[in-house]
């Protein structure tokens, strides 16, 4: 879409012209959330099978890096629901991959697959000194793999919406935008909703604020002003030099993605 103001007082008047119908309606309409997204770390050997088809088979979203260099240059692309790193594709312990690859994830998980060395797991040093990390020693089958998956991902709601890197569940008010997350409170999640169900249009403030706040009083219209910095504080990397949400001067709101 341009960026003309025309072109959002244009969808300004379409939108308030259907007051009373339900806005929601545009969840329906291929915004639904896919499969949660694996970020699998493997190497490529004629000797050690690859889980991703695997994956891939049972419903989730699986892209592949080949070293702990590679998986690191994507995460910000991928902005993965869980890291697996099969350290014994790699021929490592995987423990420097994972290090580095905690300080950009934050909270995101790490499953480490390893090799067995004929120990217990719990004797594997320095493997299992690893904080946060959940570790698999070979072998062990694609359902102990998937089952181990289930409780470290995200439980979302039914009414789950995707733009660009921006993920809003709506249902238990979350948002999650390229690493980054956040609760957010009705008013928050209306307002991003109506921003996401409409990327690369110029929203009127007036229009914004007449739907969030459920009122025909749009006078004073500050109150969004300071909606809309929360908002950004919690997506944006940098909320002073906004990426996504950006500021229409005199006429209102777009979501650039």
Known sequence: M???PEEGVTWAKRFSGNKGTNHHTSLLEGRFVLNEKILLVEGNRS??????????KRGYLVETAPNGNSAMKRISDVDPDLVIVDAASLRTSGKRICRDLRQV?????IILIVASNGEPVEKQDPINKL???LVLTLPFTLQKLVNRI??????EGKQVINEGPIRLDIEHKKVRCMNQSGKLTPHLVR???ILMEHPGEVVEREVLFRDVWETEYTVDTRTLDVHISWLRRII???????RFIKTIRGVGYRLDV
């Open 191 to 193: 307002l991003l909703q």
């Open 131 to 133: 904080d946060k990390e």
């Open 47 to 56: 000797d050690h099978s690859s889980y991703g088809d695997g994956l891939i």
């Open 2 to 4: 341009g960026e003309s």
């Open 105 to 109: 994830l934050g909270d995101i998980p």
């Open 150 to 155: 289930k409780p470290l991902l995200p439980i």
């Open 236 to 242: 944006e990397v940098d909320p002073r030099h906004p």
